[in-house]
């Protein structure tokens, strides 16, 4: 009988043990206490104002020699912070940024588990706690909702390929709009995306400080209300081909996701943005905030601006006495624009090396860069080149060093079109070899920004947008205005976009059609005005011929004058894929710009905003006829107070601009 006593007392004494060693949920709130995330072992859940945002989510990481950064790991500590700094940006979208959160840090042997919540959402990262080199097979990263949600989802247009290769894209593509299980299985997704919650709430996923590490793309095979994230693997053969044989073809990979992780070394952050309104999208400061600060040095050589593009308009310029194409006649036409209008830049695009050589130091003989440089240095314009990918990986240090003797400012790097880790890796080799030789760096066919730009701030822009270039081959341009009107909320969140605004030639919905040599843009001129506003663009194309431009002087001086960083950001108004209205500052002046979907529609501009006293007021509007001429518009001059409202109207397709100068 004692014998059962004593042992019915130990098995109480284990149970005991089992209970009391398991670790108890942790919570963190963000600053203001409406945001927490809850993290019972590796699964975290998130709520907004007490209703949840997401339901329990899986995380782990499992490295190739069976580590796993999850699983049954037991927690040694748990460390908490709050931090509250505000920073100067050196080329942003404001002046400073607040960085406020509170910090979680689970300690465990192997790995740390950091989640932050700010009052705009959360992020968590693994980081390393090795002190030797680590391969990571794979990460478990879930994003699991409490309902059917609808979602605002950018596909892969590569649909006709198996789902893994699908990644191996540009990252371009418009949004659909349907029910988290209503995803097609078959087609894989690129970030940010946004999933709508009640009561008019907002989740956005993305990622922010991604080194050494694939970018996190998403998926749901299942039918289910999870987004599964997963990555590309690391490529094992790659061989020259692709466009003009500029691109990198992966002909076999491992099968695992990174190598040669550093001692230490922290993974990406994982961000899930939490809005309560769809306003709070388009001026999220998250990625920037949760991405490494710059090296304490001289950056002030890094000068933003905008840039006469030839590409787009097909180097169709008119009235002169040569024959335009890719020559120095041309491009010396371009240099004099761009300098008579105050025009930072001028870039050569494709064309200017010898085709499918991928190899920059063989120029066309139609060009002369070092004539063109002089030219321009004179004229007080600077060149910017276009480069492939393959050619400038191939010998990254000569071609850095070569173009910067000859006076080039920076290159507009394309058609890398992967996420993997060596392509990470190449944005971040361009962008420290262009902080070496002072060049800045524009990356085309390139995945979504993830904070590079602050870390190294002559990365000066990205693509990774469904921009007005589609419009050269595209025939649907009703897409493309609703569009228009969702990146301020998705694709912006992330970072700054090259969309390549500026058309000339505008189209209604029903006369828009697609033009390669002489392109037009779908909705109205005042819509491409307004866009120099509403889309971040520290380097912003003038995607039009300086012929066209010439044309119309008021609208070019315009563009010309327009700031491409700013003191200050405010969103007005805004619905995702409807409109926006959104003000910025540069010193004393203001300028509002505000857009439409294909709806037209009414609005009231309340200048409570505007500090004390008496502002000129500029303003392009949609002309009366803008619905059946959409190149239509009209141009007012008024004077106005803070607490005053400005009454606009757009056309379908349409857009408004205010520029307000302090008197």
Known sequence: MKKHVLLSLLLCLCAFSAFAAKPKP?????????IAVTIDKFKYSVTADGVQMLAPSAISMTLTDGTVYGGNASLVKAIRKSYDKTFDTPIYKKASVRDRYNELTLRYKAFDLVFRAYNEGVAYRFVSRSEKRVDVQSEQAEFTFPGNWDAVVP???????????????????????????????????????????????KVAITEADLFNFPGLNVRNLNGSKTIEGFHAPVPKLVKQGGHNM?????????????????PGCAFPWRVIQIAREDKELACSDM???LSTAPEARDWSWVKPGKVAWDWWNDWNIYGVDFEAGINNDTYKYYIDFASEKGIEYVILDEGWA??????LMQVVPEI????????????????ILWAGYWAVNRDMENVFLHFSRMGVKGFKIDF????????????????????????????HGAYKPTGLHRTYPNVINFEGVHGLEQMKWLQDGKQQVIYDVSIPFLRMLAGPLDYTQGAMRNATLRNYRAVNSEPMSPGTRCRQLAEYVIFDAPFTMLCDSPSNYLQEPECTKYIAEIPT???ETLVLNGKIGEFITMARRKGDTWYVGSMTDWNERDMTVELGFLPAGRYSVEIFKDGANAHRAARDYAKEETTVVPGDRLKLHMAPGGGWVAKIVKQ
């Open 368 to 383: 002369d860069l070092e004539e063109l440089c002089a030219y321009a240095k004179e004229k007080n314009v600077g060149l």
């Open 287 to 289: 990625v920037y905030k």
């Open 155 to 201: 596909y892969c247009r590569e649909s006709d390929r198996p789902i893994e290769k699908q990644i191996q894209c540009s990252f371009e593509n418009i949004y659909y709009n349907f029910k988290l299980q209503d995803w097609d299985k078959t087609r894989a997704a690129f970030l940010p995306l946004v999933v709508g919650a009640p009561n008019g709430y």
């Open 354 to 359: 010898v085709n499918k050589q991928a190899d």
């Open 246 to 262: 500029l691109q990198g073809v992966i002909l076999s990979s491992e099968d695992f996701i990174a190598k040669d992780c550093v």
């Open 565 to 567: 960083v700013w003191d």
């Open 26 to 34: 942790q919570t963190l709130k963000s600053p203001d206490g409406r």
């Open 416 to 443: 890398m079109d992967r996420d993997d880790q060596d392509m990470v890796n190449f944005y971040t080799a361009c962008a420290k070899m262009g902080a070496k030789y002072k060049m800045m760096i524009d990356f």
